[in-house]
């Protein structure tokens, strides 16, 4: 394990001694579960270092979210980790990422103004600012993320594309429980209720996926009908339902070929995200 950026450094100049050795990244903010476990498993399987950094981005928190009482796990994390083939683990303090007078922030794509964007107005100056900062520090070939941030890995997709990083980024698939729930670090916030009321995510996911395959091509009939599955499960804080172009992520009023299907809603207390590509 290591913490400061000097020791990373030294022992990525060492790696970089092997040319053809291929470098993984899986950055994460750890509480680390099955979905972040899948990223890991890629990387080892594709790459010959793999290299998973734990660092809660306190730049990517608004006001009043979450970040005083995000789940930070570390020992149970690095025992985790300890089941997979990870070369390091990269571990810094906030003091370590940002230290005293550091003013630098990275002013995201496009595509960081939609969905997300509207919601949490800065949340992807601060992704986008420490994936840079780790993308220097790590020159790794490869960085892995998940389907279920998947406004975040298209963020980092067209910041690698504008600032031409040689880096290429993979997106695995979203690792879900056994009910449908996608795996987020925040799960772990829901009562056993609030669980059974978060199923409107992926149940409205399902819906809209099985009535397109079935001719159901509207955008607003589809949306019509997941807005209704949300109410069924009594979740009435929504801040969007949305069928966007997976490119671009503007709205679209018909599913034509390949379509992205993102809803975001409150559960509780617990903001949840998830999303599913839908084809025609």
């Not at 913490?3 to 990525?12: A, V």
């Not at 970040?67 to 370590?96: C, G």
């Not at 997106?171 to 799960?187: E, Q």
């Amino acid at each position: 394990m290591v913490q400061s950026r000097q020791q990373l450094g030294q022992i990525m100049r060492s790696c970089r001694r092997h040319p053809d050795q291929i470098v993984g990244l899986v950055a994460t903010m750890g509480a680390l579960h099955a979905g972040h476990l899948s990223l890991v498993e890629a990387s080892a399987s594709q790459c010959d270092v793999t290299v998973v950094t734990i660092f809660v981005n306190p730049a990517q928190f608004g006001p009043h979210e979450d970040l005083s009482r995000y789940p930070q796990r570390f020992q149970e994390d690095l025992a985790a980790l300890s089941d997979y083939p990870v070369e390091i683990v990269f571990a810094p303090t906030q003091e370590e990422m940002y230290p005293p007078g550091s003013s630098t922030q990275v002013d995201p794509p496009q595509v960081a103004q939609a969905l997300e964007g509207r919601f949490r107005p800065n949340h992807f100056q601060g992704v986008a600012t420490i994936v840079l900062k780790l993308f220097h520090l790590i020159p790794a070939d490869i960085s892995f993320f998940g389907q279920k941030d998947y406004q975040q890995s298209l963020v980092i997709r067209h910041m690698i594309r504008d600032l031409d990083l040689p880096m290429r980024v993979v997106v695995c698939p979203t690792v879900r429980d056994g009910d449908g729930l996608a795996m987020s670090s925040r799960n772990s916030y829901l009562s056993p209720d609030e669980r059974k009321q978060a199923l409107a995510l992926s149940q409205s996911l399902k819906w809209a996926a099985q009535h397109a395959v079935d001719g159901e091509r509207r955008s607003a009939a589809l949306v019509s009908g997941m807005r209704h599955l949300f109410d069924e499960y009594g979740v009435t804080e929504i801040d969007y339902i949305a069928l966007v172009d997976p490119d671009t992520l503007q709205e679209v009023d018909r599913v034509q070929g390949t379509t992205l299907a993102a809803v975001a809603a409150h559960v509780g207390k617990t903001r949840l995200i998830d999303n599913c590509l839908i084809e025609s």
